[in-house]
């Protein structure tokens, strides 16, 4: 990114609308459909430049990105708070495994097919994520009068996890690739809402008894949060 000069990359697609993509190197991915011309295209990403340096700089400032992993080998995955780069070997088929060794993320599938690695690696994800909300669910529940009902690990967009008035605990599949510390206050804070539905002063000191200092994950959440969420 010199004197606010983009990369931008053109493609043609059968797209009904165009689509602008930052990569993680900073440079513009644009896919736009056969019926547009060449000038409407740069006029779009004339208009969009403003949201594209805003990305760009997002892009460059998180350094390697978490949140949209394409499945090549180098890659940079965060697991527990900690990068790993990702590594593929082939196997046979059917004895697919993933483990986290020596800060590499191993692979090991019958194809690298990137679809298919993705698939993969969040699966993986959701088991430990599963593992990680089992153990601190379990680490407070004797502070708690109610149990939960149903937990489920969800692709869910914007949040970390919520709670229903059925006492329902959702959890995003990616949790497990934030701090553990991290972990433990989402999981508290879902529980808190067993005694609080909302985020009353009640509420926060509801977690704090719990959790003294839990501004401190708030606060993290708040500056990193995003690094782990899809676009
Ligand atoms: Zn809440």
Request: with cysteine; net charge positive; proline share 3%.
């Given at each position: 990114?010199?004197?606010?000069?983009?990369?931008?990359?053109?493609?043609r697609s059968?797209?009904?609308?165009i689509?602008?993509?930052?990569?993680?190197?900073?440079?513009?991915?644009v896919?736009a459909?056969?019926?547009l011309?060449?000038?409407q295209i740069?006029?779009?990403?004339?208009?969009?430049?403003?949201w594209?340096?805003?990305k760009?700089?997002?892009?460059?400032s998180?350094?390697?990105?978490y949140?949209?992993?394409?499945?090549?080998k180098?890659?940079?995955?965060?697991?527990?708070g900690?990068?790993?780069?990702?590594?593929?070997l082939?196997?046979?088929?059917?004895?697919t495994?993933?483990a986290?060794?020596?800060?590499?993320?191993?692979?090991?599938h019958?194809?690298h097919?990137?679809?298919?690695?993705?698939?993969?690696?969040?699966?993986?994800y959701?088991?430990?994520?599963?593992?990680e909300v089992e153990?601190?669910?379990k680490?407070?529940?004797?502070?708690f009068?109610?149990?939960?009902?149903?937990i489920v690990?969800?692709?869910?967009r914007?949040?970390w996890g919520?709670?229903?008035?059925?006492?329902?605990?959702?959890?995003?599949w990616r949790?497990?690739?934030m701090p553990a510390?991290?972990i433990?206050?989402?999981?508290?804070?879902?529980?808190?809402?067993?005694e609080e539905?909302?985020?009353?002063?009640?509420?926060w000191?509801a977690?704090?008894?719990?959790?003294?200092e839990y501004?401190?994950?708030?606060?993290?959440?708040?500056e990193n949060?995003?690094?782990?969420l899809?676009?």
């Amino acid at each position: 990114m010199k004197n606010h000069q983009i990369d931008v990359r053109v493609t043609r697609s059968k797209r009904k609308t165009i689509r602008m993509t930052v990569n993680s190197d900073g440079s513009v991915s644009v896919e736009a459909p056969h019926t547009l011309t060449k000038e409407q295209i740069m006029d779009m990403i004339e208009g969009k430049k403003a949201w594209m340096m805003s990305k760009i700089k997002q892009r460059l400032s998180a350094g390697n990105c978490y949140n949209e992993p394409k499945g090549v080998k180098g890659e940079a995955f965060s697991y527990l708070g900690r990068e790993s780069q990702l590594t593929l070997l082939k196997c046979d088929k059917g004895n697919t495994s993933v483990a986290v060794k020596n800060g590499q993320l191993m692979v090991k599938h019958h194809t690298h097919e990137t679809g298919e690695i993705l698939g993969v690696i969040e699966n993986w994800y959701r088991q430990q994520t599963k593992q990680e909300v089992e153990f601190w669910l379990k680490y407070y529940q004797s502070q708690f009068e109610t149990k939960p009902n149903r937990i489920v690990i969800k692709a869910q967009r914007r949040r970390w996890g919520s709670c229903s008035s059925k006492n329902n605990l959702n959890f995003n599949w990616r949790l497990s690739m934030m701090p553990a510390w991290i972990i433990s206050y989402i999981v508290l804070h879902e529980l808190c809402h067993f005694e609080e539905m909302n985020h009353s002063p009640i509420f926060w000191q509801a977690v704090e008894r719990r959790m003294p200092e839990y501004n401190k994950a708030k606060v993290w959440l708040k500056e990193n949060g995003h690094r782990f969420l899809p676009e």
